[in-house]
């Protein structure tokens, strides 16, 4: 499941070209270490709050720019990306709006975000065995969307929003440059 996620989002960044990339969240670097090896000759930028994810993320995507960084606060210039990257972050920080903005900042006005598909992620979970206490909700998860959630989100910041499965995941493509 998670080897089709990454494949699919990886798909959708291959398929919007960019030439400068940032991760928002990159954790301990897969998808970057993915988007790199479609992408020989993009520029990567992944940032994470916790350092030891970063130093991690070192190992394997030795040529990124890799950050200690809060998602709420980016450390760069308006538009500095051709697209941004959030995967499996939104349901972890007190204000996702917040960090949507600085996403749309940031970037030039494409986005791909994913998040777990609730309650097809808890319900997952609990058939595993997981969480059992939190009835399969995982800890540090304070967000939880549905597809129509994630799309009335997404879409308060204007443009165009195409959001698609893999489950148990929700991936959307966010192109703010086709704002209505």
């Known amino acids: 499941l998670v080897r089709e ?5 990886v798909a959708l960044v291959v398929q919007a070209a960019p030439t400068r990339l940032l991760e928002v969240g990159c954790g301990q670097g897969w998808l970057l270490r993915d988007i790199a090896a479609a992408l020989p000759d993009i520029r990567l930028t992944g940032i994470d709050i916790r350092p030891e994810a970063i130093e991690f993320a070192r190992s394997l995507v030795p040529d990124a720019d890799l950050r200690v960084v809060d998602a709420g606060s980016l450390p760069f210039s308006d538009h500095e990306f051709d697209l941004v990257v959030c995967s499996e972050v939104l349901e972890h920080v007190d204000d996702p709006k917040a960090v949507l903005r600085e996403i749309d900042r940031v970037s030039r006005g494409r986005s791909v975000v994913s998040v777990p ?18 009835w399969g909700n995982c800890p540090g998860h304070i967000h939880h969307w549905s597809r129509r959630g994630l799309e009335r989100l997404l879409r308060s910041g204007g443009g165009a929003v195409n959001v698609s499965r893999s489950v148990p995941w929700l991936i959307a493509k966010v192109n703010r440059d086709a704002r209505n």
């Not at 996620?5 to 989002?9: H, K, L, S």
């Open 5 to 9: 996620f990454r494949a699919q989002v």
């Open 117 to 134: 598909d609730e309650p097809l992620f808890w319900t997952a979970n609990l058939l595993r065995g997981k969480y059992l206490s939190t």
